[in-house]
């Protein structure tokens, strides 16, 4: 069975840090690109960043770019996504995912207040 | 970055329903476009990829069409499972973007 578990998620003031993770296991985790996929509360989908399966392609959105940090240990089956200067509007539940095969966790809840 | 227009917002329909949501691509993206279903509390879920072939397990009532800068999903025959947002990804290329999402409610 295919699972993706993140966490890390947590209230932060604005401007701290977080790091999410993400766990993934029953699918070749080191052949798959992946990507982290927010929500914000009653908002629609919005794609933060890929990391392809060596590390060797990676992509943010505008909106994180120069603040949020993909990256991965194959090793460990993991994916991680350090985020720096957080804002009121990087609040958002999200997503750990393989796009590509349609696998996705069940989020991890950023809120980001003073 | 790409835009991708999705109408309408929402709409109201009935069981048994022929319901059609759009995507308007703001540059030709080719077929690099797949829709999502999303229900509340749950990750999306893959309906089409390749703006036109249908994921493994998914109805067939559901169909995708279009490339270069428009696409259409289609539900054949509205089922009460159906109801949920639906929302347009583009993966031509980086960023991707999804559309804004359309909510299909119960007329």
């Known amino acids: 069975e295919v699972q993706l578990v993140e966490s890390g998620g947590d209230l932060v003031q604005p401007g701290r840090s977080l790091r999410l993770s993400c766990v993934a296991s029953g699918f070749t985790f080191d052949t798959y690109a992946m990507h982290w996929v927010r929500q914000a509360p009653g908002k629609g989908l919005e794609w933060v960043s890929s990391i392809s399966w060596n590390s060797g392609t990676i992509r943010y959105a505008d909106s994180v770019k120069g603040r949020f940090t993909i990256s991965r240990d194959n090793a460990k089956n993991s994916l991680y996504l350090q985020m720096n200067s957080l804002r009121s509007e990087d609040m958002a539940l999200y997503y750990c995912a393989a796009l590509g095969s349609d696998y996705w966790g069940q989020g991890t809840l950023v809120s980001v207040s003073s | 970055a790409i835009q991708m227009t999705q109408s309408p917002s929402s709409l109201s329909a009935s069981v048994g329903d022929r319901v059609t949501v759009t995507c308007r691509a703001s540059?030709?993206?080719?077929?690099?476009l797949g829709w999502y279903q999303q229900k509340p509390g749950k990750a999306p879920k893959l309906l089409i990829y390749a703006a036109s072939s249908l994921q493994s397990g998914v109805p067939l009532r559901f169909s995708g069409s279009g490339s270069g800068t428009n696409f259409t999903l289609t539900i054949s025959s509205l089922q009460p499972e159906d109801f949920a947002t639906y929302y347009c990804l583009q993966d031509y290329n980086y960023p991707w973007t999804f559309g804004q999402g359309t909510k299909v409610e119960i007329k």
């Open positions: 540059q030709g993206i080719r077929n690099d």
